[in-house]
Structures are given as structure tokens and as C-alpha cells.
């Protein structure tokens, strides 16, 4: 085993949720179940603070562990952290306290059940980002699958069986071609050790159908515009907390996996797709706006504005710029953090008023003052106000764009001005709107309430005040997958001038040939 | 000493006759308390005896890794049939003969593992298929079930005879019927047309042990017909039989040759078949039939890929597919009322009815899928990169776009255990029969995560036959 550190802090937070959910099926008392969930999620935390200790130029893996898995094959248990995944794993901590919390009492049926999913679902999301071996990755991306059926299929609302298979179809079908990919870079690569893979180059012809098989996994997680329709069914069905889950980790597997591999792996045929996946980035933006717009289902209508969200980080990414890309991880963190917390709330909402529905939930305003601050906070976050997180993100994506093209700039800002319109008729709406069903009894945040959404609000504060020390943090890492794809592009001679059919014929730097080692075994 | 060699083929032949024994003895009843006892004994014994190499008879049965790792599949396959078995105590069929003339086609299958003559072979196949057409028709007074063991029996005998005439032109052509002198000549199609025609029609009698495409039409009807546990037997230890043969058979070839072509095509039409035949069934055998058709594809990747790797995937994963089919089949028989075939209704609620077997039976399905952390996962990684290093791209392609496929209908059961609703009472299972289950499962989950020990014991089998 290899560590730079001695204690394995990743193994750690991946293991200890699942050692939990072990010991949660021998608790009986709901309220220890909730504890125990709880307790694991604030060590979980507590353990991230390790974490801060990653040094932003130092090695580009840091906090690695490795131990041999299948020595035959090559498969390791390998992880580490960079740039690019370090903020995703500190949101998957900070989320399962906060999920625990805000179902305290929007759960009530199957609670041993429900917290089980919940560990598994941490366990499997941290893994994920953690990995540095491509099976693992795999392993982890597929078996989070099914504690989130099961969280949006046990718990979910009354479409929950039509809405969670059409997530766990989508999704699964999508990543059985990456399944072929990984397979297939192993035979080119040699490897699954993702830092071993991103060392080499490959053969365009190859990057093309490697980037294809990947790209079509990650963009049905994202989900970018074609692929979107999962979406929306699974948030409105699933529980608070599993839409919480959904919109603040899941989401941000798709974009991870773009940045993780697609532009370092195959970056010849990224830049080769990289306008359709513009161009279907701003699809999303201005098409995720408008149906949000339309949309009377307050979970709809936020689900929606996600699948504008993340058209801007796949924008971004796609766009190849320092700034492109750090928006876009930027957007990633905020777009958890807001979309977090919009959903919270809204299973707050939903708790005292058993409906999603604007018209159920008009003219809160006057009854609920505090609740109102922070949906508002969380709304005007949502639609970028300066000072907020995703202002932040969402101008170095624009900045990023008006530099790739005027007219990309041009295309997306709209999108900008969309959020910001149904953002705010919701808002108007549930603050102002003529009361049609509230009744005294609704009661304003509870302590427990504050605690849930407290965190997110000051994260929202903290990040649109200054995000230079985050931004700090990812730049070299962005940095490295910029310079990496750009020296592999240069060597394999690719510029603009070049036709594709030319370029189907380039030769790569180091694939191996038919006669590699790996190749050696005959019958 | 050979009896020491033989130490697991001889504890399973003292074991049946115990339980002839007992048949004609008048304590028919006591046989369901020391059966899975002795099983169990008996996969311990094979577990012990996997390192004995040897060769007896003249060569014609042989001891190796690769006979010695399917022994310990095959013992282990049995204890479990004999587990669900003894779950049943008050069936009436669960007399000593069932499980004598189980035990005796387990039996035929263990020798089929050491054959390395074709004739051997042969002998060992029908010695494990007569005992199998004797026992589908029992189901009571069932029709369904005669109707299962007359398909069973019809088919088999044609496919046999296929097999046969196959056998007389290798042995024309090639005057040997050892496997060892066979692999020492070319196979071909220019240079032997006579012996590849032979053995492609000798293979035939594998493929439909298998139930592999087109030879797989007995399979859903048979196991519709047949008793649950006799299902449960027929859809996964008769395959490792067929898988053990087919490993050897083929490190004959090499690759890109005709026959390894056959294997591919075969097996991308088997699984696709399968998988688009079992999304309309409602029956759950005969899903699991039309899956297990599938399955048989899948073990195609690593016969058709050839290489060391191929053929330690393809014995990995027949292993893990009598673990996660024998575990759904557990769940399928627990939950079936009197004996009779569970639908997918019958699934409804399961998750309040009996959270035990509805968490075995999620495992199970999503491991049938190949989802991870399963052995189904590893069993289907291995097998992918194994068929994806010798060149047989598209079949990789159509397997994993399969998996696509066929996970409607496994997560169909899931969905209808974890999200339909019933008014059913509770099922009464016993802590024993869920605790077994259990170990199941997590046998099913702890092959997933830690696959190495397995993998390496398959692959020194493997590496023997290519040396």
C-alpha cells in the first residue's frame, strides 16, 4: 500500500457509511437509526476537514491509497483526489447530515430502510469522485444506481414506480458502452489505473469511438438536452432527500466524467465534438429555462431550471479556457449547494402543505418570514445575483464563452435572463401570491429546519464573497488537463486546418501496436 | 493412492447410495436431515482435494485444475439444491429417489469434469442426462411436468445422436478420441473439413446442455414444467457441465478459426434471443429460463475469445452464474405456494411479505444484470476483456448493449418485490431457509468485491490447458 498520508482518510469515508449501514440493520428504535445516520454523516464531515490540507501545487493526485484488487487484470483499489474531485467529495459529506436532517420528519415509513439507502448512496458517491482505477470507477458509478431506484421507488410519490425505473433504464443503459470503453482502454492502454492512462496518447480513430461510448454515459448523468426526460419525472417522485442527492451529487458524476476522462483521454475528439456538445450545452440552457418557465409543479419547475444549470457546466468544460472550466467546477459545487437546498425546502414546504403545486403554496410571505428569506436566498442564488455562489460560476463560464466566441456569449446569456424570470414568478408567487389553501397551523422553520438549511445558506455567502480560495484550489489541476490535452493534440499533429477524414488517418504517440505484451496471450 | 485422488467423486457415489439406501428402507423421512449435512461435507471434501493432479484409466481421466475447480462448483451447486430441498418438508416428492437421482446426475457431471477422451465424454454426459429425464416428469400428478420430461427427453435424444454422428467423423478423421492428441493437430476448416464438421455437430450436444441458441427451445418449457427445486437444478449445474467440456474443447482452437467464429455468432444471437423473449414473460421460471439462454451467450465471449484469460472468464462466470441463479431460484422457490409456479405477481410486496427473500432475491437480480459490486459484474468484466483483447470487438458491443436489455425484466422482479402491492399474508419461512439464502447472497456480493482467490484458482485451471 502507498500513501502520502498515514491515515487513509478516503478509505475512510467511504467505508465507514457502509460499516454503519451494516450496524443500522441491527438497530431497532427509529430514533437511534437517525442518530446513528446522523453521527456518521457529522464524522464523515469532521474527516473532510483532513482534507483541507490538499495543497494545490503540490502532486496531482494527493490522499492516494493503493492496493492490488485483481493482480491478474491489472485492477487496483486506487484512490486519490485532485482538483477536479475534491469539492464533489466535500459536498457528498456535507449532503448526508443535511439529507438525514431534513427528513427527520418527512419520512416516516421504513425508516431503517431509508437510512440504509442513504449511507449506501454516500459511500458509492464518494467513491466515484475518489477513484483513480477505471473498474473501480465503474463499480461505484453503477452501484449507487440502486439505493436511488430504491430511495425514489420505496419513498417516492405516487408515479414513483413509472418515474424510478425510467431513472435506473436511462442511466444503465448509458454506462454499458463506457463498460465497453474501459474495457477497451485496457487493451490500448494496458491499464486501468487512470493515471497510467492519462499518460499515454491513442489513435484518433479510437478517440472518436471512445469518446462516443463516454460521452453518451455521462451526458444522460448530467443530463445535457436530448437525454434530459429522466430528470424531471425522477425529482418530482423521489423524497426530499433523494431529490437533494439526485440534484447535488448525481448530476455532477456526468460533468465529472467529462472532465475526468473525455478531455484528457481522448482530447483530439473532444475538440472535434466539442461544438455539438456547445451547442448542445446551450440547447439545455435556453431549453431547460424555457419549459421552467411554463411549469405550476415547484419541483418540476427546479428540476428544470437544473438541466439549464448544467448546460452551463457543460459549456464550460467544452469550452477548453482556465476560466471555462473553473466556472464550470465552480457551477458544479453551487448548483449542488443551491439546488440542495431549493429542494430541502421544498420538501419543507411540502410537509406542511401536502402539495408541489405554486397554487397550493401561495402567500407565504406574511405567515412565514424566515422560511421566505431563504427560499428567496436560495432563489436569487439560483439565478446568479451578484454576490451570491453562482454568480461566480456562472460569469467565468460566460467570461470563458465570450472568449471561445462571441457568439456562444451571445446564445447563452439568455439563458442567464431565464432563470432569473421563472426564478422570481415563483418566488412572487409564493411570497405575494392570494393565499388559496395556507392555513395558521403551517409553521414557521423549526430549529431542526435552521440547522438543515443554515449550512447551505452560509456556503451560498461564502463561495459569492470570495471564491478565490476555491478557485485557487482547482486552477492547477485545470490547468494540468488544459496542458495535457493540448501537448498530446499538438503531437498528434491536430489543428484546425485539418479535415476530419484527414485526420482519421493520424498516427498516435505511443498505442500500442497488435505486437504489445498485452496482446502476447495466444491460444 | 487413487482412492484419495478420487476422494470427492467418491463421497458424492456413497452419499447416493445412502440415499438408495433409504429408499427402499422404510425411513424415507429422515434422509432431509443428514442430505445437506453430507452435501456440505462434500463441498469441503472437494474444496480440500483442489490441488490433486493425476491421471487414471489411461488417460482418459484426468485430474487437473480445471476438473478440480468445476468439481468444487458442482458439489457446492448440489448442497444448495439439497438446502432448498430440505426447506420443503412437507412435499411429498422430496422422496429419497429425487435426491438419489439428483445426486447421480451430479454425480455424471463430476466425471464429465475429469473426461478427456471423447468417448468418456460422452459416457459421463448421458450418464448425468439419463437421471435428469427421469426426474422432470416429477411434480406430483402434474401434466405440465410430463409434458417437460417428454420435450426433455425428445430433444436430448436428437441432439445426442446429433452428437454421436459427430463423434464417428472426428474419430474418421482424426483415428484418436484424445483430447490431448486433438489439440496436437490443425482444426481448421481447410485442413480438416471432415473433423470440424464432426465436432460441430459433436459440440451440438454441449450447446443444448447449455441451452444455447438455436439448441435452447426445451429450456423455458422444461422449466415451467419441471418442480421449482428441479428447475433450480436444471437451469445451473447441467451448465457447468456443458461450460467444463466446452472450456477444453475450446483451447483446441485458435484465433479467428471457424469454429471460434461459430462460438461468437452463437452467442451474440443467444443472448439478444434470449433477452428480447424473456422482457414479455410473466411466468418466473420461464424468465429465468430465457435468461439463463442469455447467460449461455455471455459465456460464449470467453470460449469464443479462446485465450487463457477467456477461458478463466468464462469458468468464473459459470461459477458465478449458479450462484446467482441458484439464489434467485431459492426466492423463487420459498415464495411459491403449494408447489406451484410463482409469477411475477406473485413478487408483489415481497418486501413487507418477507424482507429476507426480497433482499436475497434483489441481490440475485441485480448480479444477473452484472451490475457491481456482484460476481455477475466481475464474471462479465472478465469475460468482456477477455473477448475484447483477441479482437471480437463486436461482440463485445452486442453483450454490453445487452445488458441494456435484460435489465428491464430483472428489475421488473425487483419492482414488483420492492414496489407492488399485495394483500397476501406474510410468507412463513423458516430462519434457517432465509439465513442459507442469506449466505447466498452475500457469497453472490463477496465474489463481486474480492474476485482474486476465484480468479487465480480459474486461471492456474485455465493456464494448464494452454501451455
Known amino acids: ?523 | 493412492m487413487i482412492t484419495t485422488k478420487l476422494l470427492p467423486e467418491l463421497w458424492l457415489l456413497a452419499t447416493i447410495s445412502a440415499l438408495f439406501v433409504a429408499s427402499v428402507s422404510g425411513r424415507k423421512r429422515s434422509v432431509l436431515s443428514w442430505l445437506p449435512v453430507a452435501a456440505i461435507i462434500g463441498v469441503v471434501i472437494t474444496a480440500l482435494s483442489l490441488g490433486v493432479r493425476g491421471e487414471i484409466l489411461f488417460g482418459a481421466y484426468r485430474l487437473d485444475g480445471l476438473s478440480q475447480f468445476f468439481k468444487l462448483a458442482i458439489a457446492a451447486g448440489f448442497a444448495i439444491v439439497a438446502g432448498i430441498g430440505a426447506g420443503k418438508r412437507d412435499s411429498e416428492d422430496f422422496s429419497p429417489d429425487y435426491f438419489m437421482l439428483l445426486g447421480i446426475s451430479a454425480w455424471g457431471l463430476m466425471l464429465l469434469a475429469s473426461s478427456v477422451e471423447l468417448i468418456t465424454l460422452y459416457l459421463a454426459l448421458e450418464l448425468s442426462s439419463y437421471s435428469l429425464y427421469a426426474l422432470i416428469p416429477i411434480r406430483g400428478k402434474d401434466r405440465r411436468a410430463a409434458e417437460a420430461g417428454i420435450k426433455y427427453i425428445m430433444f436430448g435424444s436428437a441432439v445426442t445422436a446429433a452428437a454421436l454422428f459427430g463423434l464417428s467423423y472426428i474419430m474418421a478423421a482424426k483415428h484418436t478420441t484424445y483430447l490431448a492428441a486433438l489439440a496436437s493437430s490443425s482444426w481448421s476448416f481447410s485442413s480438416a473439413p471432415l473433423a470440424v464438421i464432426g465436432l460441430t455437430l459433436f459440440l451440438a450436444g454441449f450447446f443444448y446442455k447449455l441451452a444455447l441458441f438455436p439448441f435452447h427451445f426445451w429450456c423455458p418449457d422444461v422449466y415451467q414444467g419441471a418442480k421449482n427445486e428441479t428447475a433450480a437444478y436444471v437451469a445451473t449445474i447441467p451448465k457447468l457441465g456443458a461450460v467444463v467440456v466446452l472450456v477444453r474443447l475450446a483451447a483446441l482452437f485458435t484465433h479467428g478459426m471457424e469454429v471460434t467464429n461459430l462460438f461468437a455468432v452463437l452467442g451474440a444471437l443467444s443472448m439478444t434471443g434470449g433477452n428480447l423473449a424473456a422482457l414479455v414473460q410473466r411466468d418466473l421460471k420461464r424468465l429465468l429460463g430465457y435468461s439463463s439462454v442469455a447467460h449461455a451467450g455471455y459465456v460464449m465471449l470467453g470460449l469464443a475469445a479462446g485465450s487463457a484469460a477467456g477461458l478463466t472468464a468464462a469458468s468464473f462466470y459459470s461459477l458465478a452464474y449458479i450462484l446467482m441463479n441458484l439464489a434467485c431460484f431459492y426466492v423463487v422457490c420459498a415464495i411459491s405456494k403449494d408447489g406451484e409456479n410463482p409469477t411475477l405477481d406473485d413478487l408483489n410486496g415481497l418486501y413487507r411479505r418477507g424482507p429476507g427473500l426480497a433482499m436475497i432475491l434483489a441481490v440475485a437480480a441485480f448480479a444477473l444484470v452484472g451490475l457491481p459490486p456482484t460476481a455477475g459484474f466481475t464474471g462479465k468484466l472478465f469475460l468482456l476483456s477477455a473477448a475484447w483483447d483477441q479482437g471480437y470487438h463486436w461482440f463485445v458491443i452486442v453483450a454490453v448493449l445487452n445488458t441494456a436489455i435484460s435489465i428491464y425484466y430483472y428489475l421488473g422482479m425487483v419492482r414488483h418485490a420492492y414496489t407492488g402491492q399485495s394483500e397476501a399474508p406474510a410468507l412463513t419461512v423458516s430462519k434457517g431457509y432465509i439465513a442459507f439464502g442469506g449466505v447466498l447472497a452475500m457469497v453472490v456480493l463477496l465474489v463481486g468485491i474480492l474476485p482474486a482467490p476465484l480468479y487465480d484458482l480459474a486461471a492456474r485451471a485455465a493456464a494448464a490447458l494452454h501451455p
Open chain 1, 1 to 523: 500500500m502507498t500513501m502520502q498520508f498515514g491515515f487513509p482518510v478516503l478509505t475512510t469515508l467511504i467505508f465507514l457509511p457502509l460499516m454503519a449501514a451494516g450496524v443500522l440493520l441491527f438497530v431497532r428504535q427509529e430514533r437511534t437509526m437517525r442518530l446513528l445516520t446522523m453521527v456518521v454523516g457529522v464524522l464523515e464531515c469532521l474527516l473532510c476537514l483532513r482534507l483541507f490540507s490538499y495543497s494545490p501545487h503540490g502532486a496531482a493526485f494527493q490522499f492516494v491509497e493503493k492496493v492490488n484488487w485483481v493482480p491478474a487484470l491489472g485492477m487496483s483499489y486506487h484512490l486519490g483526489l485532485d482538483g477536479l474531485s475534491l469539492y464533489m467529495v466535500l459536498l457528498t459529506a456535507l449532503m448526508l447530515p443535511l439529507c438525514v436532517l431534513g427528513s427527520w420528519t418527512y419520512i416516516s415509513t421504513r425508516i431503517k430502510e431509508f437510512h440504509f439507502c442513504l449511507l449506501l448512496m454516500t459511500s458509492a458517491c464518494i467513491g466515484v469522485f475518489a477513484a483513480l482505477d477505471f473498474v473501480l470507477f465503474y463499480v461505484f458509478w453503477e452501484a449507487m444506481l440502486v439505493p436511488m431506484y430504491l430511495l425514489i421507488a420505496v419513498w417516492g410519490g405516487p408515479r414513483r414506480r413509472y418515474a424510478s425505473i425510467k431513472f435506473f433504464l436511462y442511466t444503465l443503459a448509458g454506462s454499458t458502452l463506457l463498460l465497453a470503453a474501459i474495457v477497451a482502454f485496457r487493451q490500448v492502454g494496458g491499464s486501468f489505473s487512470i493515471p497510467e492512462l492519462l499518460e499515454k496518447s491513442y489513435s484518433f480513430k479510437f478517440q472518436i469511438w471512445a469518446f462516443v461510448a463516454m460521452a453518451l454515459a455521462f451526458a444522460i448523468k448530467v443530463p445535457m438536452f436530448p437525454f434530459h426526460t429522466w430528470l424531471p419525472a425522477a425529482h418530482v417522485e423521489a423524497p426530499a432527500a433523494g431529490s437533494v442527492l439526485l440534484a447535488a451529487i448525481l448530476l455532477k458524476m456526468g460533468t465529472y466524467g467529462f472532465l475526468r476522462f473525455c478531455l484528457p483521454l481522448t482530447p483530439a475528439a473532444s475538440v472535434v465534438a466539442a461544438p455539438v456538445m456547445i451547442a448542445l450545452s446551450i440547447a439545455s440552457i435556453i431549453y431547460g429555462g424555457c419549459i421552467a418557465l411554463g411549469q405550476t409543479d415547484i419541483k418540476k419547475l427546479i428540476a428544470y431550471s437544473s438541466v439549464g444549470h448544467m448546460g452551463f457546466v457543460t459549456l464550460g468544460i467544452f469550452l477548453f479556457s482556465v476560466s471555462g472550466i473553473s466556472g464550470a467546477i465552480l457551477q458544479m459545487l453551487n448548483h449542488g449547494i443551491t439546488t440542495g437546498g431549493l429542494f430541502m425546502m421544498v420538501g419543507l414546504l411540502y410537509e406542511r402543505s401536502h402539495s408541489r403545486e405554486i397554487l397550493d403554496n401561495q402567500g407565504l410571505g406574511k405567515h412565514m418570514p424566515a422560511f421566505m428569506f431563504l427560499l428567496g436566498l436560495f432563489s436569487f442564488s439560483s439565478l446568479a445575483f451578484p454576490g451570491t455562489n453562482s454568480f461566480v460560476g456562472e460569469i467565468l463560464v460566460l467570461v470563458g464563452a465570450f472568449k471561445g466566441s462571441v457568439w456562444i456569449g451571445f446564445l447563452a446569456v439568455p439563458g442567464a435572463m431565464l432563470a432569473a424570470a421563472y426564478m422570481l414568478r415563483l418566488l412572487q408567487r409564493v411570497t405575494w401570491g392570494a393565499p388559496t389553501s395556507f392555513k395558521p397551523s403551517w409553521w414557521d422553520l423549526k430549529p431542526r429546519e435552521w440547522a438543515t438549511l443554515l449550512p447551505l445558506a452560509v456556503l451560498v455567502f461564502y463561495i459569492g464573497l470570495a471564491p478565490s480560495l476555491a478557485i485557487k484550489t482547482i486552477e492547477p489541476s485545470i490547468e494540468r488537463v488544459l496542458t495535457t490535452m493540448k501537448s498530446k493534440n499538438m503531437a498528434m499533429g491536430i489543428s484546425e486546418d485539418r479535415h476530419l477524414a484527414q485526420r482519421l488517418h493520424l498516427p498516435a504517440l505511443t498505442v500500442p501496436g497488435d505486437r504489445d505484451p498485452i496482446q502476447k496471450e495466444r491460444p
